[in-house]
Structure formats: structure tokens, C-alpha cells
């Protein structure tokens, strides 16, 4: 093969990427982490003419890559944006070894999102190679699969340092469409707190079972209510939902305690954090007929939905990469995705990538044609957007 065609080279690299364990600890406690692996990108982006950084995130050992390049001509700016970790292996044969069958590379991280990865890198170095003018950032993050600290620090870095962008490409896998929108969530908990006693003797306890199971009964009945609004063209309806419960310890005793995890998927307009205040309602509501035992409600993570500009630099690079790709479509992703981030921060965001199947699942691949294209379409979408 020819190193200098991107086809190729974008192949090896992610055989590489995908040859090193980056598992974020935080989904399997002990798991590697991102350390390996930022230092490969780091001296890949080195030697081809980038400032590297190495940005540490509030939890101790989730580094994160930043690499910029300032032309010699002036231009555009432009962020290429991955993430570096990957959920776990449980269950896959051989996670690592980046096998090849037919038109089709397997391994963990091959979709999500080494292969997306690569090609940032692949198009990063010959946009610098050719010398193309403006500000080229290349930010690779730690831990998107979990708390977001990599890009949380990666923003907050750059805000130190008054660096921004016009706009950021992130190389999530959309099957080289364009994520145009996707979908908020927020988690919020609720614990119900009672008094155990021995089940022969209840008139002695305080038993949280009863209201915990009209919280389980409320939940449904909100959740079938946020299904009855407008849905979102591209993203249908959000949606509540209770998606872990646990109440008592033991058959003989009276329960006296009970937790219920409740998970909001929003739309483009609703706030995550509002999350917190609906289930407040619901647990307000239940409290008077439920006095005897005591409620807490508390959020866990709240994380806003997500809409593509309609107008300016987003939709300038959005319609750069559709001209390259040959009218993708134009999708919206029910899961979430640091765009949010991204845009929330002051820099508006494009996101596109290539893909293949089995995402968070044994079998994760990624289309072999999709990734040769995908540096070669940054690349020219890129060029004309810094030069505009």
C-alpha cells in the first residue's frame, strides 16, 4: 500500500488506534484508560508540525490531546474533535487485533470512534502538509463514553488561553451523514426513607413499599404524558422513565428504604436540568399521601439537547462536507454527544464520521469504504472552509 494515499494510511492508523486498550476506567473500574493512547496521537500530531499539549482532566490519569497548527497565510479556524476511550470488552474474543474480513475491520473502538479518529488525524497532517492557511486545532478527548471530564478540561483550557474556533468537526459515527440534532438526558434519583422493623410486627415500622410503588406508577403515567407533545422531526418525542429501582433488603423484614433512578431524554428547547423540577412535581404530589416515610431528590448529571446552526460557519462546513460527500443525509441521533458541549461553549458544531455496526456491542465494526473516504472528504471541506 501507498502511505501517501489517505486510504490507506487512515487504515493503519486505525489498526493501531484500535490495537491499544483505552477502556475508560470509570465504565470498568481498573481499565486502562486514555495514557497510552494520547501518547500515540500526541507524537503522530507532533511530527507533523502541530503544538502538542497534553490537557489533564479533573480525575487523575484522563489526558487529553490538543494539537494546533497556525498557517502561514491567514484563514478560518477549524477544531477536529474525537474522543480517545471506549466502553469495555466483556465478551469479545479479541478486542484489540483490529481483524479484517472483506470490507469490514472489527474490533472495540473501530466505529466508536478510532476509525473517525484516524481520519481527523489522516486529513490534520496533510492540511498540514500543504501548508493550509488559518488555525487548525485537533482536539482529542478522554472519557465522552462516561462524565465528559476530557472535554470539560479541553474547554476550559482553551478558554484560559483565549483560544476559540469558528467552528469544530466531531468525528462521531453517522455513516458519513450529518448529525444535525440529538437528544438531552438527565439522571435524577430519588430516595424514599421509612423505618425497618420485623415483618410479623409492621404496626412497628415505617415501610416505604407503598410509596415507592406509586413513584413507579407516577413515572409511567409522566412518561406516557411527555409522549403526547409534538415530537421533533428528526428526533421524535423525549421520554421519562424509571430505569433502576431497589427497595428492601431482606423477605422478613419491613422495607425501610428505596431508591428509583429516573432517566429524561429531552428534546431541542427543554432544558436537562429541568428534569429535577418534574420529578419534584411528581414526588410533591405523592408526599402528601405518602407522609409517613421521607423523600430526597437529587440530580445526578443533566446534559442539554442539541441542534445544528441553521446559518453561519456550522452550516458553511456543514454544506462544504455535503458538496464532498455527495448529498448525505441529514440526521438526528436519539443518544447524546458533545456537540452540546462544544456549542454551549461558543464554538458551533458539525458532526459527521464514518461507520459500520455493533456500537457498545461484541461484535463492533467499522465500513472499510466509509473510513478511506472520510480523510479525503475533511480534507477538501476543511481546506475551502479556512480559505473562505
Known amino acids: 500500500m501507498n502511505p501517501a494515499y489517505p486510504g490507506d494510511a487512515v487504515v493503519e492508523l486505525t ?15 481498573g481499565a486502562a484508560g486514555e495514557s497510552a493512547i494520547a501518547d500515540v496521537v500526541a507524537d503522530r500530531l507532533a511530527a507533523a508540525g ?22 502561514s497565510g491567514p484563514g478560518r479556524s477549524v477544531v477536529l474533535n474525537g474522543h480517545l476511550d471506549t466502553v469495555g470488552v466483556e465478551g469479545m474474543d479479541d ?3 483490529a481483524r479484517i474480513a472483506g470490507e469490514r475491520m472489527l474490533g472495540r473502538g ?9 481520519g481527523l488525524i489522516v486529513a490534520a497532517e496533510r492540511l498540514a502538509a500543504s501548508d493550509a492557511p488559518g488555525l487548525l486545532t485537533v482536539a482529542l478527548v478522554s472519557d465522552e463514553e462516561d462524565g465528559s471530564v476530557g472535554a470539560t478540561a479541553v474547554l476550559a483550557d482553551l478558554a484560559s488561553r483565549g483560544e476559540t474556533a469558528d467552528v469544530c468537526l466531531i468525528a462521531e459515527p453517522t455513516w458519513l451523514d450529518l448529525a444535525v440534532a440529538h437528544r438531552g438526558y438527565a439522571v435524577v434519583r430519588v430516595t424514599i426513607s421509612g423505618r425497618a422493623a420485623h415483618s410479623s410486627q409492621p404496626d412497628e415500622a415505617v415501610d416505604v413499599m407503598p410509596a415507592f410503588a406509586a413513584l413507579l406508577a407516577a413515572i409511567e403515567a409522566a412518561g406516557l404524558r411527555v409522549r403526547e407533545g409534538a415530537p421533533h422531526p428528526l428526533l421524535g418525542h423525549g421520554s421519562l422513565m424509571a430505569t433502576v429501582a431497589r427497595a428492601g433488603t431482606a423477605p422478613f423484614t419491613v422495607a425501610a428504604r428505596a431508591e428509583v433512578i429516573i432517566e429524561r431524554r429531552t428534546l431541542p428547547g427543554e432544558a436537562g436540568a429541568a428534569a429535577l423540577d418534574e420529578v419534584r412535581a411528581l414526588v410533591g404530589a405523592l408526599a402528601a399521601e405518602h407522609g409517613a416515610v421521607t423523600w430526597e431528590v437529587d440530580q445526578v448529571i443533566a446534559r442539554d439537547a442539541w441542534e445544528a446552526d441553521a446559518a453561519g460557519p456550522a452550516a458553511e462546513l456543514a454544506d462544504l462536507l455535503a458538496a ?3 448529498a448525505p443525509g441529514r440526521t438526528g441521533a436519539p443518544y447524546w454527544m458533545e456537540s452540546a458541549l462544544w456549542q454551549a461553549a461558543g464554538i458551533p458544531a458539525v458532526v459527521c464520521g464514518p461507520a459500520g455496526g455493533g456500537l457498545h456491542a461484541v461484535d463492533e465494526w467499522v465500513d472499510l469504504g466509509q473510513l478511506r473516504r472520510f480523510p479525503v472528504v475533511v480534507e477538501r471541506a476543511v481546506r475551502k472552509f479556512l480559505t473562505s
Open 110 to 118: 473501530t466505529s466508536d470512534m478510532k476509525g473517525g479518529v484516524a
Open 15 to 29: 489498526r493501531a488506534l484500535v490495537g491499544i486498550d483505552s477502556v475508560s476506567p470509570s465504565l470498568a473500574p
Open 50 to 71: 502541530f503544538e502538542v499539549r497534553t490537557v489533564e482532566a479533573a480525575v487523575p490519569g484522563r489526558p487529553s490531546v490538543v494539537a494546533t497548527r497556525t498557517g
Open 324 to 326: 464532498a460527500l455527495g
Open 95 to 97: 478486542p484489540f487485533g
